[in-house]
């Protein structure tokens, strides 16, 4: 591990240690261990604002500090990002996502037929890159659903 990275985990280790207990932890339709954003399974806890904008974003009045279950990928995409509330953190990640992903989601889909006709190792690559893009079309719309309801905090 780099002195980068190190100096990066320290840092965050402190203002977890500083500012973690303002923020309340909230949970929507009890569902704990996924992924708030995407709906895959939550290993990290995003805070919201970020914990690094704290002392810039307890300026405004009406800010709510809360933590939630979220992937490890959205947590490193949305990351210290100056997001005041979840709403704007699932917007940028809406279309961090599309800009990630595009060449895949842009891939065209095969019918079995033509599948058929590749020797073994690139259908099994194609095979592979279309179920990755089945998942991550999968998350993207759990984002745009996230993005159309109305949750107020
Ligand atoms: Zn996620």
């Given at each position: 591990?780099?002195?980068l990275?190190?100096?990066?985990?320290?840092?965050?280790?402190?203002?977890?240690?500083?500012y973690?207990s303002?923020?309340?932890?909230?949970?929507?339709?009890?569902?704990?261990?996924?992924?708030?954003?995407?709906?895959?399974?939550?290993?990290?806890?995003?805070?919201?604002?970020?914990?690094?904008?704290?002392?810039?974003?307890?300026?405004?009045?009406?800010?709510?500090?809360?933590?939630?279950?979220?992937?490890?990928?959205?947590?490193?995409?949305?990351?210290?990002?100056?997001?005041?509330?979840?709403?704007?953190?699932?917007?940028?990640?809406?279309?961090?996502?599309?800009?990630?992903?595009?060449?895949?989601?842009?891939?065209?889909?095969?019918?079995?037929?033509?599948?058929?006709?590749?020797?073994?190792?690139l259908?099994?690559?194609?095979k592979?890159?279309l179920?990755?893009k089945?998942?991550?079309?999968?998350?993207?719309?759990?984002?745009?659903?996230?993005?159309?309801?109305?949750?107020?905090?």
């Amino acid at each position: 591990m780099s002195i980068l990275n190190i100096r990066k985990l320290f840092n965050k280790a402190g203002l977890v240690k500083k500012y973690n207990s303002v923020y309340k932890y909230i949970y929507y339709e009890n569902a704990q261990f996924v992924c708030h954003y995407c709906g895959v399974s939550a290993d990290t806890v995003d805070h919201v604002p970020p914990l690094s904008c704290y002392e810039d974003a307890k300026i405004y009045s009406n800010i709510d500090f809360v933590k939630i279950p979220c992937c490890r990928e959205c947590n490193s995409l949305a990351g210290n990002k100056f997001h005041l509330n979840i709403f704007e953190r699932n917007e940028f990640l809406f279309n961090r996502y599309k800009k990630r992903y595009k060449k895949l989601l842009n891939m065209p889909t095969w019918d079995k037929k033509d599948l058929k006709e590749l020797g073994s190792s690139l259908r099994k690559k194609i095979k592979n890159d279309l179920n990755r893009k089945n998942i991550i079309e999968e998350r993207i719309n759990f984002i745009k659903n996230n993005l159309t309801e109305n949750f107020a905090l």
